[in-house]
């Protein structure tokens, strides 16, 4: 016999943003279920891993008001959870020729000299300038995650790790998700499936693609690799933007390169090579030359990506008891508890003409 489970919001796919949107409608009271395809803590998605950056710098200030929430969301989330989450850098994103960087007290810097003085263990590439952003910092991304977890299942909220999406369709009050253990109908699904929203939701098909990427941490401890001598930083390149974490609270200095091979998901994502670990060492090195660049972890992940970087959320056209959420493109995770209450807003009736700029109705969905 099929078991069936009757809740007022499902929630399918609990990374940053599943899990997020969770926490929140359960702490508002509202009977939610939370289904991810994989065990907890599971490195097949985009949300593991230890560490994040998060920033106020952004190209467009069309982001600015949301980057704020965000910075107000994590503040919460520390406050509800009695967790340190985010640990204060700073960063420096060096670039050549002009940049579109931008934000609240963000400043140029052009002078060598203040670069050093700002960040000293990051040796800026020469003939590049800097935007120093002093907001920015490290998020504890296993550690959140794990708080949401627990937030949410004080409150209530039903988490079923480990069971398979067969499908859903909407049904006379709202919706009905199939799963391989059963049936769960709600009045609203959300569906935050990561690399797998394409197929949970074919509407979004043709404006995702998924990226294999690669990330290398080498040991903590390391003066070099530590705030005050070493934030947040990035390096625009032609050939992708490299991308480094410094080691805040014993994580380690961690580099990657926003930018890889395109990648089903349903094949388990592989690991770095040894020439790749070399490759990410050899960056490291260039950009930290104070470390050892000796890796204690190296990793490969998801990257969900929309051509123009912006995410999808919000009701479908067809479908307004379905609310897409694909906030990723590879800079999704800092406004995890953001996005979750936004969605968890719209799933209870609470209009969020702020995400007018990333709504699943500028996509024409």
Same mark, same amino acid.
């Given at each position: 016999m099929?078991?069936?489970?009757?809740?007022?919001?499902?929630v399918?796919g609990?990374?940053?943003?599943?899990?997020?949107?969770?926490?929140?409608?359960?702490?508002?009271?509202v #009977?939610?279920?939370?289904?991810d395809?994989f065990?907890a803590g599971?490195?097949?998605?985009?949300s593991?891993?230890?560490?994040r950056m998060?920033?106020r710098a952004? @190209?467009?200030?069309v982001?600015?008001?949301l980057?704020e929430t965000?910075?107000?969301?994590?503040?919460a989330?520390?406050?509800a959870s009695?967790?340190? *989450?985010?640990h204060?850098?700073?960063g420096?994103?060096?670039?050549e020729?002009?940049?579109q960087?931008?934000g609240p007290?963000?400043?140029?810097v052009?002078?060598?000299?203040?670069?050093a003085?700002?960040?000293?263990?990051?040796?800026?590439?020469? $003939?590049?300038r800097?935007?120093?952003d002093p907001s920015?910092?490290?998020?504890?991304?296993?550690?959140?995650l *794990?708080?949401l977890?627990?937030?949410?299942?004080a409150?209530?909220?039903?988490?079923?790790?480990g069971e398979?999406?067969?499908?859903?369709?909407?049904?006379?009050? $709202?919706?009905?998700?199939r799963?391989?253990q059963?049936?769960? #109908?709600?009045?609203?699904?959300?569906v935050a499936?990561g690399s797998?929203?394409?197929r949970?939701l074919p509407?979004?098909?043709?404006?995702?693609?998924?990226w294999?990427i690669?990330?290398?941490?080498?040991?903590a401890?390391q003066?070099?690799?530590s705030p005050p001598s070493?934030g947040a930083?990035s390096?625009?390149?032609?050939?992708g933007?490299?991308? $480094?974490?410094p080691?805040?609270?014993?994580?380690?200095?961690?580099?990657?390169v926003d930018?890889g091979?395109?990648?089903?998901?349903?094949?388990?994502?592989?690991? @770095?090579?040894p020439?790749?670990?070399?490759?990410?060492r050899d960056? *490291?090195?260039?950009?930290v030359p104070?470390?050892?660049?000796? @890796?204690?972890?190296?990793a490969?992940?998801?990257?969900?990506?929309?051509?123009?970087?912006?995410f999808v959320?919000?009701p479908l056209?067809e479908?307004?008891?379905?609310?897409?959420?694909?906030a990723c493109?590879?800079h $999704?995770?800092?406004?995890?508890?953001?996005?979750?209450?936004a969605?968890?807003?719209?799933?209870?009736?609470?209009?969020?003409?702020?995400?007018?700029?990333?709504?699943?109705?500028r996509?024409?969905?």
């Open positions: 099929t078991a069936v489970v009757s809740a007022d919001v499902v399918l609990l990374g940053i943003h599943g899990m997020s949107t969770v926490a929140s409608l359960a702490r508002r009271g #009977r939610v279920v939370g289904i395809r065990a599971h490195s097949r998605g985009s593991h891993g230890r560490t998060i920033r952004y @190209p467009n200030p982001w600015n008001p980057v965000a910075f107000d969301a994590w503040g989330l520390e406050r009695g967790e340190t *989450l985010f204060r850098t700073g420096l994103y060096a670039h020729g002009a940049s960087l931008q007290d963000c400043v140029l052009d002078d060598r000299d203040r670069m003085a700002l960040m000293p263990g990051f040796a800026v590439p020469e $003939g590049y800097a935007v120093y920015a910092g490290v998020l504890e991304a296993e550690r959140a *794990l708080a977890r627990r937030l949410a299942e409150a209530g909220a039903g988490l079923r790790d398979r999406v067969l499908g859903w369709e909407p049904a006379s009050e $709202g919706v009905e998700v799963t391989d059963g049936v769960v #109908r709600a009045a609203r699904l959300v499936g797998w929203a394409g949970l509407q979004l098909a043709n404006l995702l693609e998924v294999r690669l990330t290398v941490t080498v040991r401890g003066s070099a690799g070493l930083f390096v625009d390149r032609p050939e933007l490299v991308f $480094g974490i080691d805040a609270d014993g994580n380690g200095v961690k580099l990657g930018a091979e395109v990648w089903d998901p349903e094949t388990p994502v592989a690991p @770095p090579t020439v790749e670990v070399d490759a990410l960056l *490291l090195h260039a950009f104070g470390v050892d660049t000796t @890796p204690v972890e190296a490969a992940c998801l990257y969900t990506m929309t051509e123009d970087k912006r959320i919000g056209a479908v307004p008891e379905v609310i897409a959420v694909s493109s590879g $999704g995770f800092k406004f995890g508890p953001a996005i979750g209450d969605v968890a807003d719209l799933a209870t009736g609470i209009e969020r003409p702020d995400l007018a700029f990333v709504s699943a109705a996509r024409g969905i």
